[in-house]
């Protein structure tokens, strides 16, 4: 008995066996406009898949590990560092245009569903309830809509637009297509090209270069947020606009002793 994770890495001829111990955990760090260091902004155990508010003031995560419980938990707290606040039981994806609802998803029983969390008074609201294993999902800014990651059975995953009124979710990619939907759900950035909800055939997106992880839209009309890897362990975070132009937006600092995850919200 161990109070960590074993890991068996041989077994030898007399029966030894080599193994090895991990301690780990996962924490978030990050800053609001005006900042001039990354704060920890983590609560318990395994602090994750972090979501910023339109304005960036409000940070949602997801509490996994011992700490958010076998449903893992959605987390709400200020980007100043103040307390955090459990929402309810799932795991956090988005964030609505005026901070009043959570979508989050529902893990058990499978497939997982999509669900509202109200961020203040009020009761969770189920969105979807079908044969489709849900996953990362996104409010549209008409606020009528959610487009979600997901696959039906015998199916590859895909986007789908989901109206938030009730009824079938609509595919808006072909099947093995994802990625990150732009705020009005009309594009789709996905392995260094541009699909359109509409259908046709995809483009390049300007600019795009090997090692680039496009992280989401910025604000600027078909721009992107992308982070490639640096030899320090540090990220670089560039805005990539619409006439591929890089411009660095922050440089992402490695802990010490630690490595830098494949979450990252910006806003």
Do not use: C
């Not at 609802?101 to 497939?111: D, E, K």
């Not at 595919?171 to 392995?191: C, H, K, N, Q």
């Not at 300007?206 to 090692?211: K, R, S």
Request: charged share 20%; hydrophobic share 35%.
């Amino acid at each position: 008995r161990v109070t960590g994770n074993l890991h068996l890495g041989d077994v030898g001829a007399d029966g030894s066996v080599l193994i090895w111990d991990e301690n780990s955990r996962i924490g978030l760090t990050g800053r609001m406009r005006g900042d001039t260091k990354d704060r920890d902004l983590s609560w318990l155990d395994w602090s994750d898949a972090p979501v910023l508010s339109a304005d960036g003031k409000t940070l949602l995560f997801t509490e996994q590990g011992d700490g958010g419980g076998p449903e893992y938990s959605v987390y709400l707290r200020n980007m100043d560092g103040s307390p955090a606040v459990r929402l309810g039981p799932g795991m956090v994806t988005d964030i609505s245009q005026d901070g009043k609802w959570v979508l989050t998803m529902r893990l058990n029983p499978a497939p997982a569903q999509l669900v509202l969390l109200p961020t203040g008074a009020g009761d969770a609201k189920p969105v979807t309830n079908d044969a489709i294993a849900h996953s990362f999902s996104w409010f549209t800014t008409d606020g009528a809509h959610v487009v979600f990651d997901g696959f039906e059975p015998g199916h590859q995953p895909r986007l789908y637009l989901q109206p938030l009124s009730g009824g079938a979710p609509k595919p808006i990619t072909p099947e093995g297509v994802t990625g990150i939907p732009s705020p009005d759900g009309a594009l789709a950035a996905f392995r260094g090209k541009i699909y359109s909800a509409d259908g046709g055939a995809p483009r390049p997106i300007p600019g795009i270069e090997p090692g680039d992880r496009i992280v989401g839209w910025a604000s600027q009309p078909n721009s992107l947020f992308v982070v490639r890897g640096l030899d320090s362990g540090n990220y670089q975070l560039f805005l990539l606009d619409a006439a591929g132009r890089r411009t660095p937006a922050h440089e992402l600092e490695r802990v010490p002793g630690s490595t830098l995850g494949q979450w990252f919200a910006t806003t």
